[in-house]
């Protein structure tokens, strides 16, 4: 069973400027929850969505979006980038049942704001 | 709120040793989830292991032992006979029941074993 995609794995932007991150979950899975990693911050949760619904959203600001689609593929949007966005950000799915499961992480894609 | 505590920020040991990494969370759950993550220098976090609060019986999967004392509100990880390719971050998570698939992360343990 092939594992969490995410594309691109590396990727430069400018301040100011908007970018789209991509994650395919593993077949099969319909909750897809997003991560930020950063040096001082650690790992953060920023969302997650499950059916295409947002179902919780961490603590951070409006610039930070994503959606889900009917094939479980999600997205995250961060326009207007600032130097502060520079990070991991991983991608996450887990098979939705009634107890807790554990979540298969994606390679992350690795965004640097110059 | 959840909270994952892990103290140490970084261990060093030689190979062979044995090492403890320590994790200490809290919830105002009865219902709640606890995980051990492990992050290689490739950077994808691979999934180790999962217990239910319910579930206070320490396991053993090889090298790897974790000891869950709702007690005391730690969930230890021990690697045994530590090997050169053990050295990665670690990371206890918790995950409160509900809706939500959130995790709550540590800040994690650097472990590096040197030859």
């Known amino acids: 069973k092939a594992g969490v995609t995410q594309t691109p794995r590396y990727l430069i932007k400018t301040r100011g400027q908007q970018v789209t991150l991509s994650c395919s979950p593993i077949s099969g899975h319909r909750s897809v929850s997003w991560y930020q990693q950063t040096p001082g911050q650690g790992l953060q949760f920023l969302f997650e969505y499950f059916s295409e619904t947002q179902r919780n959203k961490g603590n951070f600001p409006g610039r930070f979006s994503g959606r889900q689609f009917s094939n479980s593929r999600s997205e995250m949007n961060v326009s207007t980038l600032e130097l502060g966005d520079s990070a991991l950000y991983l991608c996450?799915?887990?098979?939705?049942?009634?107890?807790?499961?554990?979540?298969?992480f994606g390679p992350g894609t690795r965004l640097t704001v110059t | 709120a959840q909270k994952v505590t892990q103290a140490q920020t970084e261990i060093s040991v030689v190979e062979k040793e044995d090492v403890t990494l320590d994790c200490v969370y809290e919830?105002?759950?009865?219902?709640?989830?606890l995980f051990w993550y492990k992050q290689p220098p490739s950077g994808e976090l691979v999934f180790l292991i999962r217990?239910?609060?319910?579930?206070?019986q320490n396991e053993i999967s090889g090298r790897y032992s974790w000891n869950f004392q709702k007690s005391t509100s730690s969930f230890n990880f021990t690697i045994t006979a530590s090997q050169v390719v053990d050295s990665a971050v670690y990371f206890c998570?918790?995950?409160?029941?509900?809706?939500?698939?959130?995790?709550?992360f540590g800040k994690g343990t650097k472990l590096t074993v040197n030859p």
């Open positions: 998570a918790l995950s409160e029941a509900g809706g939500s698939e959130k995790l709550v």
């Open positions: 996450a799915s887990s098979l939705v049942t009634g107890a807790r499961n554990e979540q298969y």
């Open positions: 217990r239910n609060s319910f579930d206070e």
């Open positions: 919830t105002r759950d009865t219902t709640y989830y």
